[in-house]
């Protein structure tokens, strides 16, 4: 990389830097720290929640999968796309009444702070691996680019992310979202794939080159685009920093309009990158390490100073996702735990200050586990096995269902979490099986006690529990 590549690059940092500082004028009650103010109107809207969905694993995995397994890699984005879409058209117009600020919140006033808080530790889980797949492409990015070893590689990225989110909260991510949006726009469909196509002769070229499977939809297999279901179809639909990004509209008609938009982004986003890897495929197809097959063609084929912009578009995917998920894991310890239990009186200033220190400490902690696991991909199907499996079913039947009792959404919880974690241990962390088991125990479990507890049902001005075999 020459000395205009890396003043582009150094000059994008720069500016997220001087965005995280206008965030803290913007960031004056806990509205506005927490959720941006609610004031987001329809274009800002979309950029915002493409941008926390088009991430550094799905920028980087997408080209990855392209390489490996043609044009079906598609399906990877593609179900986080639906997810959001199902998200807009389903779920907005259940949510939007709640004031809340997180997904553990909803439940709270739907079952009780017993399973706020159990789902609070679970999602926070959850969005703090979210952290960690974007860390690791950060690293591996910079680590690529520069020649520096991985762990200072993630200290820079994960630093620059770590301050402004820090200083403006949400107003600091949505600023900086919109920015990553238009760069990820123009590096992604402007640049890096009409230079890749041109690079192999054209998409007639590019097909009469590819195995025969590689331009099959399905060559990567009925079992993974089924557990790409499981994981990102139902986990983008109750995913927190999905959610928060999705309560900063205006309004409920701006939530479902730009949540289906985002979505549509994110299947054109999926092909893209699917055939910006069969070009890699084409180009260097001895490549010792598929997951750095963007930044490897991009390296190959780019010319100075668009090398700079495409590679400042990975670095707003990955710096994007790390944002709004490091923000929502703070916000539902800090809201969710810290503001239930141990500081009820908190003020705005002091949920504030709060999130910022409980935002730094999971900042070093995804820094941590991004140097113990390394493995993009692994780390984002554990992060949504997590929660699709133990928080999609107790969401939803609340949503849709008024018999399910506060126990039954408690037990679902604990136990599909026991079962997951004890699945990865027995099966390993990239089988479909913990997420299957989880959706299914949770299920049979918040099924099973609700049947079998008392319920609430109005007769006249009093609520009377009917228990079984007093149903009316």
Same mark, same amino acid.
């Given at each position: 990389?020459?000395?205009?590549?890396?003043?582009?690059?150094?000059?994008?940092?720069?500016?997220?830097?001087?965005?995280?500082?206008?965030?803290?004028?913007?960031?004056?009650?806990?509205?506005?720290?927490?959720?941006?103010?609610?004031?987001?109107?329809?274009?800002?809207?979309?950029?915002?929640?493409?941008?926390?969905?088009?991430?550094?694993?799905?920028?980087?995995?997408?080209?990855?999968?392209?390489?490996?397994?043609?044009?079906?890699?598609?399906?990877?984005?593609?179900?986080?796309?639906?997810?959001?879409?199902?998200?807009?058209?389903?779920?907005?117009?259940?949510?939007?009444?709640?004031?809340?600020?997180?997904?553990?919140?909803?439940?709270?006033?739907?079952?009780?702070?017993?399973?706020?808080?159990?789902?609070?530790?679970?999602?926070?889980?959850?969005?703090?691996?979210?952290?960690?797949?974007?860390?690791?492409?950060?690293?591996?990015?910079?680590?690529?680019?520069?020649?520096?070893?991985?762990?200072?590689?993630?200290?820079?990225?994960?630093?620059?992310?770590?301050?402004?989110?820090?200083?403006?909260?949400?107003?600091?991510?949505?600023?900086?979202?919109?920015?990553?949006?238009?760069?990820?726009?123009?590096?992604?469909?402007?640049?890096?794939?009409?230079?890749?196509?041109?690079?192999?002769?054209?998409?007639?070229?590019?097909?009469?080159?590819?195995?025969?499977?590689?331009?099959?939809?399905?060559?990567?297999?009925?079992?993974?685009?089924?557990?790409?279901?499981?994981?990102?179809?139902?986990?983008?639909?109750?995913?927190?920093?999905?959610?928060?990004?999705?309560?900063?509209?205006?309004?409920?008609?701006?939530?479902?309009?730009?949540?289906?938009?985002?979505?549509?982004? !994110?299947? /054109?986003? %999926? @092909? $893209? &990158?699917? *055939?910006?890897?069969?070009?890699? #495929?084409? =180009?260097?197809?001895?490549?010792?390490?598929?997951? !750095?097959? /963007?930044? %490897? @063609? $991009? &390296?190959? *084929?780019?010319?100075?100073?668009? #090398?700079? =912009?495409?590679?400042?578009?990975?670095?707003?995917?990955?710096?994007?996702? %790390?944002?709004?998920?490091?923000?929502?894991?703070?916000?539902? #310890?800090?809201?969710?735990?810290?503001?239930?239990?141990?500081?009820?009186?908190?003020?705005?200033?002091?949920?504030?200050?709060?999130?910022?220190?409980?935002?730094?400490?999971?900042?070093?902690?995804?820094?941590?586990?991004?140097?113990?696991?390394?493995?993009?991909?692994?780390?984002?199907?554990?992060?949504?096995?997590?929660?699709?499996?133990?928080?999609?079913?107790?969401?939803?039947?609340?949503?849709?269902?008024?018999?399910?009792?506060?126990?039954?959404?408690?037990?679902?919880?604990?136990?599909?979490?026991?079962?997951?974690?004890?699945?990865?241990?027995?099966?390993?962390?990239?089988?479909?099986?913990?997420?299957?088991?989880?959706?299914?125990?949770?299920?049979?479990?918040?099924?099973?006690?609700?049947?079998?507890?008392?319920?609430?049902?109005?007769?006249?001005?009093?609520?009377?529990?009917?228990?079984?075999?007093?149903?009316?």
């Amino acid at each position: 990389m020459n000395r205009l590549d890396t003043s582009v690059l150094i000059l994008y940092f720069g500016m997220l830097i001087v965005v995280g500082i206008i965030g803290i004028k913007k960031a004056k009650s806990e509205k506005d720290f927490l959720l941006a103010g609610s004031r987001l109107g329809y274009f800002t809207h979309v950029g915002c929640l493409a941008a926390v969905i088009i991430g550094g694993a799905a920028t980087m995995g997408s080209t990855t999968l392209g390489y490996d397994f043609g044009i079906s890699g598609f399906w990877f984005v593609t179900m986080m796309g639906l997810g959001i879409a199902g998200l807009g058209l389903f779920v907005v117009n259940k949510i939007s009444g709640y004031e809340v600020f997180t997904i553990s919140q909803l439940l709270g006033k739907r079952y009780g702070e017993g399973t706020q808080l159990i789902s609070a530790i679970v999602t926070a889980i959850y969005t703090l691996m979210i952290v960690v797949t974007q860390v690791i492409g950060m690293g591996n990015v910079i680590h690529v680019l520069l020649g520096w070893s991985v762990l200072p590689s993630m200290l820079i990225g994960g630093g620059i992310v770590l301050f402004y989110t820090i200083l403006g909260g949400m107003w600091s991510i949505t600023l900086t979202d919109i920015i990553q949006f238009v760069i990820m726009t123009i590096g992604v469909f402007f640049i890096m794939f009409p230079y890749s196509i041109n690079s192999v002769g054209g998409l007639t070229a590019l097909f009469h080159s590819m195995p025969a499977d590689h331009l099959s939809l399905t060559n990567i297999g009925w079992d993974r685009i089924f557990q790409y279901f499981l994981l990102y179809f139902f986990g983008l639909i109750v995913s927190q920093d999905i959610w928060q990004r999705v309560f900063t509209a205006k309004n409920q008609k701006v939530m479902k309009s730009s949540a289906v938009s985002a979505g549509v982004y !994110s299947l /054109f986003y %999926a @092909l $893209a &990158l699917s *055939i910006v890897g069969m070009c890699a #495929l084409v =180009l260097l197809p001895n490549l010792g390490e598929s997951q !750095s097959a /963007f930044t %490897a @063609l $991009a &390296l190959k *084929i780019l010319p100075p100073g668009l #090398l700079g =912009l495409v590679l400042a578009s990975v670095c707003s995917a990955l710096m994007s996702n %790390a944002s709004g998920a490091l923000f929502a894991s703070a916000t539902l #310890l800090t809201n969710d735990i810290i503001k239930v239990y141990f500081k009820k009186d908190m003020d705005d200033k002091g949920v504030i200050k709060t999130s910022r220190i409980v935002t730094l400490g999971l900042g070093i902690l995804s820094i941590l586990f991004s140097v113990w696991i390394q493995n993009i991909l692994v780390a984002l199907d554990m992060a949504y096995a997590i929660l699709s499996g133990a928080i999609f079913v107790p969401l939803v039947a609340g949503l849709f269902w008024k018999r399910v009792t506060s126990k039954a959404a408690f037990s679902a919880i604990v136990v599909s979490t026991i079962v997951i974690f004890a699945c990865f241990v027995v099966y390993g962390i990239s089988s479909t099986l913990p997420i299957i088991y989880g959706l299914f125990t949770g299920t049979t479990v918040l099924i099973g006690v609700t049947l079998f507890s008392s319920y609430p049902v109005e007769i006249g001005d009093q609520s009377v529990n009917i228990g079984e075999g007093e149903r009316p």
